[in-house]
């Protein structure tokens, strides 16, 4: 019972943390997205909540329809979401 107690208090306090800290760490960690992109951190695309292949499976399902088209010229974004996840 009081280690379930001391949990949650301690996962209250992480959230609580991590509210405060984002509003000074997002200015920071958008900067360095914006100008590492391809070489960014996880943790930098997790706290952003950027998805991509690392975090997100159905991210490898659109990189392989992607990568069965021939002569494709252009650019894709993936937009939609339902619940969370991606509309393929």
Same mark, same amino acid.
């Given at each position: 019972? %009081?280690?379930? /107690?001391?949990? +949650?208090?301690?996962?209250?306090?992480?959230?609580?943390?991590?509210?405060?800290?984002?509003?000074?760490?997002?200015?920071?960690?958008?900067?360095?997205?914006? $100008?590492?992109?391809?070489?960014?951190?996880?943790?930098?695309? +997790? &706290?952003?909540?950027?998805? $991509? +292949?690392? $975090?997100?499976?159905?991210?490898?399902?659109?990189?392989?329809?992607?990568? /069965?088209?021939?002569?494709? $010229?252009?650019?894709?974004?993936?937009?939609?979401?339902?619940?969370?996840? &991606? %509309?393929?």
């Amino acid at each position: 019972m %009081l280690i379930n /107690k001391t949990r +949650s208090a301690v996962i209250y306090l992480y959230k609580i943390l991590y509210r405060h800290l984002r509003v000074f760490l997002y200015p920071v960690l958008t900067t360095l997205y914006r $100008n590492f992109y391809n070489t960014c951190p996880e943790f930098v695309l +997790s &706290s952003l909540e950027i998805a $991509n +292949s690392n $975090n997100r499976e159905d991210f490898n399902t659109i990189i392989r329809i992607i990568d /069965k088209i021939e002569n494709f $010229n252009g650019n894709i974004i993936e937009c939609g979401t339902y619940q969370g996840d &991606s %509309l393929i």
